[in-house]
Each structure stands twice: as structure tokens, then as C-alpha cells.
């Protein structure tokens, strides 16, 4: 028996931009500035993220985002205080 290879072709020409469908334009603007990723990450961490997420009523991406934008701040703000001679990090 011969196996048959289907080929189906897609037309495009009548096809629109995200930003002319309101549910992609909304997505778009919301999720500007940021950057789609793949990271692993330990399963523990993770699920806890989820755990917190979910009692807190919103996605465990951006509180993930949110805790490790906190931790920038704060190390930064550590720099600041080591590079001036303050050791306890104080402000």
C-alpha cells in the first residue's frame, strides 16, 4: 500500500495584524517590555510560586517577576550602601 502525503496550503492574503484583533492588541500592550523566556527552575520553588499565586489570586509569573525585580533593588541599594563604607546595609 502506498502512503499518500497530504499537503495542505494556507492562504494568508485576507489574514490580520495582531493589532487589529482588540483580545492580541490587548495582550500586546499588556505584556510590552517584556521578554518571553525558558528557564528551569527547581521544582520546590516553583510550586511554592504557584501555591502563593494562587492563594493571592493572580499569576505566579509575575510575582516570580516581582521577587526577583525586589531583589535587584535590594542588592542594588546594598552596593550603594557597601561602596559608601556602610556594612549593616541601613539606609
Given at each position: ?5 497530504c ?8 489574514g490580520?495584524?495582531?493589532h487589529?484583533?482588540p483580545?492580541?492588541?490587548k495582550h500586546?500592550?499588556?505584556n510590552?517590555?517584556?521578554t518571553r ?5 527547581d521544582?520546590?520553588?516553583?510550586d511554592?510560586?504557584r ?19 525586589k531583589?535587584?533593588?535590594r ?5 550603594k ?7 549593616t546595609?541601613?539606609s
Amino acid at each position: 500500500m502506498e502512503s499518500q502525503k497530504c499537503e495542505i496550503q494556507y492562504n494568508f492574503d485576507h489574514g490580520k495584524h495582531a493589532h487589529e484583533i482588540p483580545a492580541l492588541a490587548k495582550h500586546q500592550a499588556d505584556n510590552r517590555g517584556k521578554t518571553r523566556i525558558s528557564l528551569y527552575i527547581d521544582t520546590d520553588i516553583l510550586d511554592a510560586f504557584r501555591e502563593r499565586a494562587d492563594a493571592a489570586g493572580y499569576g505566579y509569573e509575575p510575582m516570580m517577576n516581582a521577587a526577583l525585580r525586589k531583589y535587584l533593588e535590594r542588592e542594588s541599594s546594598a552596593g550603594k550602601h557597601a561602596a559608601s563604607g556602610d556594612k549593616t546595609g541601613a539606609s
